[in-house]
């Protein structure tokens, strides 16, 4: 059951920046939402992840893949049913399909990059980055 949607992909070349956007569609909201992406011949990776922690201790609202940190920023609206993700000094290793997903669970920090642990998934958006 698809009930979140992305968009934003495209082509670019290295060194550019995209934002992709991830957008609920029910009306809902989600507690934990990230971003996967898979290349051909290649396993399903987390990019980063973002998590609501209202009512729990948490040490911080996002995790991201060593690969990305420091180039990618995650972060969601205000009404909870959207999440971006800022690309910025592409490489043309992160081409991918990038896939959106979301659980209502409160995933703890060093789960949320799992893809295992989430039970919403978007159909991708393609991202190509040029050298």
């Known amino acids: 059951q698809v009930q979140v949607v992305e968009s934003g992909g495209g082509s670019v070349q290295a060194g550019g920046s995209l934002r992709l956007s991830c957008t609920e569609t029910?009306?809902?909201?989600?507690?934990?939402m990230a971003w996967f992406r898979q290349a051909p011949g290649k396993e399903r990776e987390g990019v980063a992840a973002?998590?609501?922690?209202?009512?729990?201790?948490?040490?911080?609202?996002?995790a991201y893949a060593d690969s990305v940190k420091g180039r990618f920023t995650v972060a969601q609206d205000n009404a909870r049913n959207i999440l971006y993700l800022q690309m910025d000094s592409l490489k043309p290793e992160d081409t991918a399909m990038y896939y959106c997903?979301?659980?209502?669970?409160?995933?703890?920090?060093?789960?949320?990059?799992?893809?295992?642990?989430?039970?919403?998934w978007g159909q991708g958006t393609q991202v190509t980055v040029s050298t």
């Open positions: 997903a979301a659980t209502r669970s409160i995933l703890g920090r060093s789960l949320l990059l799992n893809p295992t642990l989430y039970d919403y």
């Open positions: 029910s009306g809902g909201t989600y507690d934990t």
């Open positions: 973002f998590r609501n922690c209202d009512g729990i201790t948490c040490d911080g609202p996002t």
